[in-house]
């Protein structure tokens, strides 16, 4: 009683009624239409000749993608990309952070823009919290244009949203693609930060990307362009507040930015970067595959929960490359919270012949252990219908650890991927729960190679046994973990591998919590 009667203390009754009623977004700023040039207008530029040198003699209807599950290719790849532009950057991004590995792609957009190139950057609004000047300042430049999608209203008391406009917050843009002259593109699950690249001690994500030539390109940029000039992709002036002295911001984004180049510039790590972008690009031809694909992307209006039920999904393509199996499936999700209609969807498959082999984080590897409770109940059931499950430990060793000195740092799973018979694979943002289903927006690429799928499916299974835990069942029922230790010995352990008390007791809360929804 104490707290409401606090609560109901006019002063605070007042500062209540502004936080929650002033801040608004303006959906309906004007901003220009822009578009991804035509593939013939940008097909004399660098990137052209070298995607022209790539697809000739290939099918029309097949694409060149060659995967980048290292860390440091997959960073070199785009600075060098950012480097050679001529004509246009479109990337798309949940999250750009303002550490080494975000400001040296900053930085790498900047100096495009600088040159000339048209650079478009649409980012969610879920990590930009005190941001607002510095993109401002880069949406200054006549060349560089950003929009932040589904934007708080409220710049610094963001929670306020939370009590106020649920419904509309909740749902955030997921989505990965970084495009070049309309003529290459990424895409897969990263997103732009030093745990994704390898260059964070204490926490590396093991992830993957597809960088892709050919007929998918111009899909992926239609895709860019329908979400850049959507509603819900809202320009600087509608919702942020825009710097007086827009020149002398630019200028100070310009100085944070060239401070933060020696880091990536100098050192092993720097040296490793310039080394791989240049190995990939000598030896570019023979390292693509070209294959049938269908990209798949959610609409933007997903993201309008009155909109949500009629908004075309990427679900329906995943189920049915899923439901296609006739004899394996190799599902690798970060998060990984089924339903218990897509815990009987596996189990039909496994009873028609199909081997389901799961691939997650394990509670000690998980970086959000509120998605590992509402995981938990999924794993018994799985078990009992013969599906087998593996959790990633966080002492995974990963390439190119030497280059920062990671022997401690931890480990975590990010890949969403899965693998068909040995005949097609799946690369994306989407995760395999109920929030990449139902609330954020999502793509990907599905990509049917026997070629790729066959040697990557064995990958996987060497890999497995010094990656993860396997999870089993004893003989009275019992979850157990099977693993090796320290010092190779087979080893089975009773409790979640590498946890404390506390971590598995709040894992258990959130398990009885109705959030599962959510997760």
């Keep these: 009683m104490r707290f409401l009667s606090n ?85 798309q991004y949940y999250l750009v952070k303002s550490d080494d590995a975000g400001l040296a792609f900053i930085r790498s957009l900047l100096a495009a823009a600088d040159r000339g190139v048209r ?57 990965k693609s970084f495009t070049v002259d309309n003529q ?35 899909e992926v940029s239609r895709a860019f362009d329908i979400y850049w000039n959507h509603e819900q992709a809202t320009p600087l002036p509608a919702f942020a507040k825009i710097p007086e002295d827009k020149d002398a911001a630019l200028e100070d984004v310009r100085r944070l930015l060239e401070e933060s180049r020696q880091t990536v510039s100098n050192g092993v790590y720097a040296k490793a970067i310039r080394d791989s972008a240049e190995k990939m690009l000598e030896n570019d031809v023979g390292i693509y595959h070209w294959a049938p694909y269908e990209l798949t992307v959610d609409s933007p209006d997903k993201s309008f929960r009155k909109k949500a039920a009629e908004a075309s999904t990427m679900k329906l393509d995943l189920a049915n490359s899923l439901m296609s199996a006739r004899k394996e499936i190799i599902l690798i999700s970060p998060y990984f919270v089924p339903r218990r209609s897509g815990i009987e969807a596996l189990l039909a498959l496994e009873e028609r012949g199909v081997e ?21 109940p999924s794993r018994k059931p799985l078990l009992e219908g013969g599906v087998r499950i593996f959790e ?35 690369v994306g943002s989407f995760n395999f729960d109920p929030r990449s289903a139902n609330i954020n927006t999502e793509m990907g690429v599905i990509i049917r190679s026997q070629e790729m799928a066959d ?65």
């Design 119 to 175: 650079v478009r950057l649409l980012i969610d609004d879920m990590f930009t919290g005190g941001k607002d000047l510095g993109l401002a300042a880069l949406d200054h430049h006549p060349n560089f244009e950003v929009r932040v999608f589904n934007p708080f209203a409220r710049r610094s008391a963001r929670f306020m949203d939370g009590l106020t406009d649920l419904s509309r917050i909740n749902r955030r843009m997921h989505n």
């Design 455 to 519: 040697p990557l499916q064995d990958q996987v299974y060497e890999a497995l046994p010094n990656l993860a835990w396997e999870v089993v069942l004893d003989d009275r029922g019992r979850l157990r973990w099977e693993g090796y230790d320290q010092d190779g010995n087979t080893v089975t352990l009773s409790k979640e591998p590498e946890t404390s008390a506390w971590d598995r007791f709040m894992a258990n809360f959130i398990r009885f919590l109705p959030v599962h929804s959510q997760l």
């Design 7 to 91: 609560l109901l203390h006019p002063g605070i009754l007042c500062c209540i009624i502004l936080l929650t009623s002033c801040a608004t977004v303006d959906f309906d700023y004007p901003r220009n239409k822009t578009t991804a040039p035509p593939v013939s207008s940008t097909a004399d530029t660098r990137i052209g000749q070298y995607a022209a040198r790539l697809t000739e003699g290939q099918p029309a209807k097949k694409s060149g993608f060659h995967l980048l599950p290292d860390a440091i290719d997959a960073l070199a790849i785009r600075l060098i990309l950012a480097e050679r532009a001529e004509a246009t950057i479109d990337a």
């Design 392 to 426: 990633v430990r966080r002492d995974a060793h990963f390439q190119g650890q030497h280059l920062i000195a990671a022997d401690s740092g931890k480990f975590t799973l990010h890949t969403k991927a899965f693998l068909v018979d040995d005949r097609e694979l799946f």
């Design 356 to 376: 389901i082999t799961v691939v997650t984080n394990s509670l000690s590897a998980n970086n959000q252990f509120t998605v590992h409770g509402g995981y938990m």
């Design 184 to 218: 290459v593109t990424i895409i897969g699950g990263r997103n732009i930060a030093d745990e994704y690249f390898g260059s964070r001690a204490d926490a590396h994500f093991g992830d993957l990307d597809a960088i892709s030539v050919g007929p998918i390109v111009e």
